[in-house]
């Protein structure tokens, strides 16, 4: 008789098959198998790409937030001589011609070296970031940190005219000197004062004023601002600057901006993106995220495979069924779609509750990361190695329909095959031995 496709009936049946009576506890266990199977698969996935677009947004979030985006170093030959400095004197017209490029919110002169930190009997070596107070507050992750201690406004601040100016320290400098806000902490540069007899190091002491957390282990545990002034007294560069910071709108179009800047820079430029600085970190988590997706799609495929196996069980168990529902009428495309419902629905349900459990692992993975730590007596994530504090997790519309579309398309696709070794049994032989 002819029926409409996936009618009641067909609904009906393959609920009742799915629900195997205790004398087919094969068929029942292979049911929960399959569903567990594709549950877990599922979730791995979903929790997987969480973890890999949050460590990447992350990453990219802390490179962009504390660095430049572009840096214009400049190249020039000394008059008189064949040697070549890459001082930039004329930075000041240098900054407001990039300033103008469309794109650029601002570029600031820098002044950049190593020093030695001290404070009392503890020591650390660091790198001075010579800043403006007014370029420094458009850098986010410094200016607006999270953590922070102190008083951003107080960047600069001096006690009386020749006095020094407070500097902001990385939080990880802070506490290998043990140092807060309010302590000198003494600085130490091996390019110091020039004198007859050659070049002797220079010692001076700077009130911290500020200390930040950049979200950066590399960056918290190394990194010194200090006014631009004091840093060219400090390093010998009076009048002149080591390199030019640039931010823009769009650090994701950087390379199409780049040119732009060199160009406006002048004769002798050359830049340095956030991209060139990163580049390879980022290629190899790109091709990381295309392996982990490959593997872990194998993992919903193997799962899916359970439903085969039950299937055909079901089949096997269901022939004299079969035969039955043939006789009464029943084409094979209406044997074939209550063994693909059968199927289809294992899958279908199994994706829906992997959906739940990796939408819900990314959204609450403080709390279960925690407990993790806790659980294993602290130190799961090394921040000294993986640059990050925290194990991060974003939850990408993208990366979520893409799980569920290879789920639902494997369990799917693979429950067509039993299900048209049902439809195309004879029901003759079906009831031959009945």
């Given at each position: 008789?002819?029926?409409?496709?996936?009618?009641?009936?067909?609904?009906?049946?393959?609920?009742?098959?799915?629900?195997?009576?205790?004398?087919?506890?094969?068929?029942?266990?292979?049911?929960?198998?399959?569903?567990?199977?594709?549950?877990?698969?599922?979730?791995?996935?979903?929790?997987?790409?969480?973890?890999?677009?949050?460590?990447?947004?992350?990453?990219?979030?802390?490179?962009?937030?504390?660095?430049?985006?572009?840096?214009?170093?400049?190249?020039?030959?000394?008059?008189?001589?064949?040697?070549?400095?890459?001082?930039?004197?004329?930075?000041?017209?240098?900054?407001?011609?990039?300033?103008?490029?469309?794109?650029?919110?601002?570029?600031?002169?820098?002044?950049?070296?190593?020093?030695?930190?001290?404070?009392?009997?503890?020591?650390?070596?660091?790198?001075?970031?010579?800043?403006?107070?007014?370029?420094l507050s458009g850098v986010p992750?410094?200016?607006?940190?999270?953590?922070a201690e102190g008083d951003f406004?107080?960047?600069?601040?001096?006690?009386?005219?020749?006095?020094?100016?407070?500097?902001?320290?990385?939080?990880?400098?802070?506490?290998?000197?043990?140092?807060?806000?309010?302590?000198?902490?003494?600085?130490?540069?091996?390019?110091?004062?020039?004198?007859?007899?050659?070049?002797?190091?220079?010692?001076?002491?700077?009130?911290?004023?500020?200390?930040?957390?950049?979200?950066?282990?590399?960056?918290?545990?190394?990194?010194?601002?200090?006014?631009?002034?004091?840093?060219?007294?400090?390093?010998?560069?009076?009048?002149?600057?080591?390199?030019?910071?640039?931010?823009?709108?769009?650090?994701?179009?950087?390379?199409?901006?780049?040119?732009?800047?060199?160009?406006?820079?002048?004769?002798?430029?050359?830049?340095?993106?956030?991209?060139?600085?990163?580049?390879?970190?980022?290629?190899?988590?790109?091709?990381?995220?295309?392996?982990?997706?490959?593997?872990?799609?194998?993992?919903?495929?193997?799962?899916?495979?359970?439903?085969?196996?039950?299937?055909?069980?079901?089949?096997?168990?269901?022939?004299?069924?079969?035969?039955?529902?043939?006789?009464?009428?029943?084409?094979?495309?209406?044997?074939?779609?209550?063994?693909?419902?059968?199927?289809?629905?294992?899958?279908?349900?199994?994706?829906?509750?992997?959906?739940?459990?990796?939408?819900?692992?990314?959204?609450?993975?403080?709390?279960?990361?925690?407990?993790?730590?806790?659980?294993?007596?602290?130190?799961?994530?090394?921040?000294?190695?993986?640059?990050?504090?925290?194990?991060?997790?974003?939850?990408?519309?993208?990366?979520?329909?893409?799980?569920?579309?290879?789920?639902?398309?494997?369990?799917?696709?693979?429950?067509?095959?039993?299900?048209?070794?049902?439809?195309?049994?004879?029901?003759?032989?079906?009831?031959?031995?009945?």
């Amino acid at each position: 008789m002819a029926t409409p496709p996936f009618a009641g009936f067909e609904w009906m049946i393959a609920w009742r098959y799915i629900r195997a009576r205790r004398a087919e506890g094969g068929v029942s266990v292979m049911t929960w198998i399959s569903l567990v199977g594709i549950t877990l698969a599922v979730f791995a996935l979903i929790a997987t790409l969480a973890v890999r677009s949050g460590f990447r947004d992350e990453f990219v979030n802390t490179i962009v937030g504390a660095n430049a985006h572009v840096t214009v170093y400049q190249n020039t030959m000394i008059p008189g001589t064949d040697r070549v400095t890459r001082l930039i004197t004329d930075y000041g017209p240098m900054t407001e011609r990039i300033e103008e490029v469309p794109g650029v919110i601002r570029a600031a002169p820098l002044v950049r070296s190593q020093v030695m930190a001290s404070w009392q009997d503890r020591n650390a070596f660091t790198e001075v970031f010579g800043i403006t107070p007014e370029a420094l507050s458009g850098v986010p992750r410094i200016a607006n940190s999270d953590i922070a201690e102190g008083d951003f406004a107080d960047f600069g601040a001096r006690a009386g005219e020749d006095a020094p100016g407070g500097i902001a320290i990385g939080s990880g400098v802070a506490n290998a000197l043990d140092i807060d806000i309010g302590d000198t902490v003494r600085l130490t540069s091996p390019n110091g004062a020039r004198t007859p007899a050659g070049t002797s190091p220079r010692v001076s002491a700077y009130p911290v004023a500020y200390i930040f957390t950049a979200g950066r282990y590399d960056i918290d545990q190394t990194r010194i601002y200090m006014p631009l002034e004091d840093a060219q007294y400090f390093f010998n560069r009076d009048g002149v600057a080591d390199e030019i910071e640039v931010m823009v709108e769009d650090p994701e179009a950087v390379d199409q901006l780049a040119p732009l800047i060199r160009d406006a820079a002048g004769e002798g430029a050359f830049t340095w993106t956030w991209r060139d600085s990163a580049g390879s970190f980022l290629q190899a988590l790109t091709v990381e995220d295309n392996v982990m997706f490959v593997i872990l799609s194998i993992l919903v495929l193997i799962a899916s495979m359970n439903i085969i196996s039950g299937l055909i069980m079901l089949v096997k168990n269901k022939g004299r069924d079969i035969g039955i529902l043939r006789t009464m009428g029943l084409t094979e495309g209406a044997i074939l779609r209550i063994f693909f419902i059968c199927g289809a629905g294992i899958g279908t349900l199994g994706t829906l509750l992997g959906l739940i459990l990796g939408c819900a692992f990314a959204i609450w993975i403080d709390p279960i990361f925690a407990a993790v730590n806790y659980l294993s007596g602290g130190g799961v994530w090394d921040p000294s190695i993986r640059g990050i504090y925290a194990l991060p997790a974003k939850l990408e519309l993208g990366d979520v329909l893409s799980a569920v579309a290879l789920s639902l398309g494997l369990s799917w696709i693979v429950t067509i095959f039993p299900a048209r070794r049902a439809a195309r049994m004879n029901p003759v032989e079906a009831l031959r031995y009945e």
